[in-house]
C-alpha cells in the first residue's frame, strides 16, 4: 500500500474555502480547485515514505513496479500508469463548455497531431485515451449537460431577439425546424458560436437587462435565461455563453453522481465533488475559459442528439463493519464506493490498483499482499494507492463513522470473458448496484 499527497490546483473558478473546510485547515486566499490522486503527468501524486516525508512521484514508482502494482489486465490494458485519476473539486465559478471524445476518436486524434509534430499549447489531443467522468455531490452542486429539446431553447433565446432581421433571430428559427432534432441543435449551437463580437455584445446586454430579479423565488434551472446570467457575469462577452441555454440543467443533492460519457457537452458551474475520470487530458472547449478553445473538433465530436442527464443515485447495503455505497457509471476505466465503516471493514484483493481517498472522520487504514499489511492513519483529503491482488482494511480511528472513496476496475460481470466488450460489461455489471435517475 502507497501512502500518496495529492497535487493542489488553483485554477481561478476554485472556491477559496471549501477543500480547506473539508481538510480542516485554514484557507490563505487562494483557490483551491481540484486535488489530483492519481500518476498523470501533468500533476502525478507523491508518495510518502514510512515518516510522511515525499519519495517519488507516483508516474516513476508504477514505471519501476508495473506488473505488481498495477496487474497483467490494467497494465495490458491501460500501460503503466493508473487506468483512472481520482480528484476533490470545489467551483465557486463555471468551468469551461466541454466535450471528451471517445477512445477511438482521442487515438486518432493523437496519433494525427503527433504525426503533425503540433505543439502542446495548440494541441486538441494530449493524449490517446477517452476521459469518461463522474461527479459525486459532497454538498449541493449545480452543472449543466447534454442538450435540451431545441424547441425550448428556441422559447427562452426568442426573449432576447430585438429584430427579426438579426443573426439571433436567425438561430432561433434554426431551432425551430424543421428537421430532426439534433440537426437543429447543431444550427442553433454553429450560430450562437459564430454570432460576431457586435452582435453577441448587444445580446449579452439584452440577457442582463431581461433576467433581473424574479418577483418570487424559483427553482435553480427552472430559469435558463438566469443561468445565462450567472455564467455571463463570469465570464463577461465570452462567445460560449449563450451556448448554456442549450443544454439542461442539473443540481445534484449530496451523494447524488451526474455521469458524462463521451461526447455530452457539459459545465459545472458551482459545487463541491470527488470527480472520477479516465486517467486523460482530453479536453474539447467552447467558451467559458481563458484555455485553448477549439469549436471545429468541439462541433466534430459532440452529441447533438438530446439527451437528458445521467444523474446515478448510489444503492446502500450493508456488509460486516460498514455501510456501502455503489454507484453504477457507463465507464469501462473505473468502479467507485463510498464506504462509511462503523467497525472492521476489510474486502479482498482486485484486480487492478484501487485509490482510497478519505473524505470526512478519521480512519486507519491496512492493506497489503502479506498477513500483516501496510498501516496508515488518515484524515480528510489522505490517500492511499492499494497494490493489485492486496487486501483493503479500514476501521474508525476516532469517534463517529468515516466516510472514504474507494475507487477501482469495474467488476467484470460474472462469466465475462476477459476480452468481452468492457462498456457493454460495465454497463451490466453497473445496473445491479445503482438506479439511473433522469432529470427532466
Not at 486566499?29 to 510522511?52: K, N, Q
Not at 467559458?288 to 448510489?314: A, G, N, S
Not at 462509511?340 to 487504514?365: I, Q
Request: charged share 20%; with cysteine.
Amino acid at each position: 500500500m502507497l501512502r500518496i499527497r495529492g497535487q493542489v490546483q488553483t485554477y481561478p473558478w476554485g472556491s477559496k474555502v471549501a477543500l480547506p473546510r473539508l481538510l480542516g485547515v485554514s484557507p490563505d486566499g487562494r483557490p483551491v480547485a481540484e486535488i489530483w490522486y492519481g500518476a498523470h503527468p501533468a500533476a502525478p501524486s507523491t508518495v510518502l515514505d514510512p515518516a510522511g516525508e515525499p519519495d517519488a512521484t507516483l508516474d516513476r514508482v508504477l514505471t519501476r513496479h508495473p506488473m505488481s502494482l498495477l496487474g497483467e489486465e490494467a497494465v495490458t490494458r491501460h500501460g503503466a500508469t493508473m487506468p483512472f485519476l481520482v480528484k476533490l473539486l470545489a467551483a465557486a465559478h463555471p468551468l469551461s463548455l466541454q466535450v471528451h471524445p471517445d477512445e477511438a476518436t482521442a487515438r486518432a486524434g493523437f496519433t494525427r497531431e503527433e504525426a503533425l509534430g503540433v505543439a502542446p499549447a495548440d494541441r486538441s489531443y494530449r493524449d490517446p485515451h477517452a476521459k469518461p467522468e463522474t461527479l459525486i455531490a459532497l454538498e449541493p452542486t449545480r452543472a449543466l449537460a447534454g442538450f435540451r429539446r431545441p424547441e425550448h431553447a428556441a422559447a427562452d433565446l426568442a426573449r432576447l431577439v430585438a429584430s427579426p432581421d438579426e443573426p439571433l433571430a436567425d438561430v432561433v428559427e434554426a431551432l425551430r425546424g424543421p428537421g430532426p432534432a439534433h440537426r437543429r441543435v447543431e444550427a442553433g449551437l454553429r450560430g450562437l458560436l459564430a454570432l460576431d463580437p457586435r452582435n453577441l455584445t448587444e445580446v449579452l446586454d439584452r440577457l442582463a437587462d431581461r433576467t433581473g430579479a424574479p418577483g418570487r423565488p424559483v427553482r435553480w434551472g427552472d430559469h435558463h435565461l438566469a443561468i445565462a446570467r450567472e455564467v455571463a457575469t463570469a465570464f463577461p462577452g465570452d462567445q460560449g455563453v449563450l451556448s448554456t441555454v442549450l443544454l439542461n440543467a442539473v443540481s445534484l443533492a449530496e451523494g447524488e453522481a451526474l455521469d458524462i460519457g463521451a461526447g455530452i457537452v457539459h459545465c459545472y458551474v458551482q459545487g463541491t465533488g470527488l470527480e472520477v475520470m479516465g486517467a486523460s487530458d482530453n479536453v474539447l472547449r467552447a467558451g467559458l475559459t481563458d484555455k485553448r478553445v477549439d469549436v471545429p473538433e468541439l462541433l466534430r465530436v459532440v452529441d447533438l442528439e438530446p439527451t437528458l442527464p445521467q444523474v446515478v443515485r448510489p444503492t446502500s447495503h450493508d456488509e460486516p463493519g460498514a455501510r456501502i455505497q455503489d454507484y453504477a457509471t457507463a465507464s469501462s476505466s473505473y468502479h467507485v464506493q463510498v464506504v462509511e465503516p462503523h467497525g472492521v471493514w476489510t474486502t479482498p484483493g482486485a484486480t487492478g490498483p484501487r485509490t482510497v481517498v478519505v473524505l470526512s472522520g478519521r480512519v486507519r487504514a491496512t492493506g497489503g499482499t502479506t498477513s500483516d499489511g501496510d498501516v496508515a492513519a488518515l484524515r480528510p483529503g489522505d490517500a492511499v494507492v492499494v497494490e493489485h491482488g492486496a487486501a483493503l482494511t479500514l476501521e474508525p480511528a476516532a469517534p463517529g463513522v468515516p466516510r472514504v472513496a474507494v475507487v477501482g476496475l469495474p467488476r467484470r460481470r460474472h462469466g465475462a470473458a476477459p476480452g468481452a466488450d468492457p462498456q457493454r460489461t460495465a454497463f451490466e455489471a453497473a445496473g445491479a448496484y445503482a438506479e439511473i435517475r433522469k432529470i427532466e
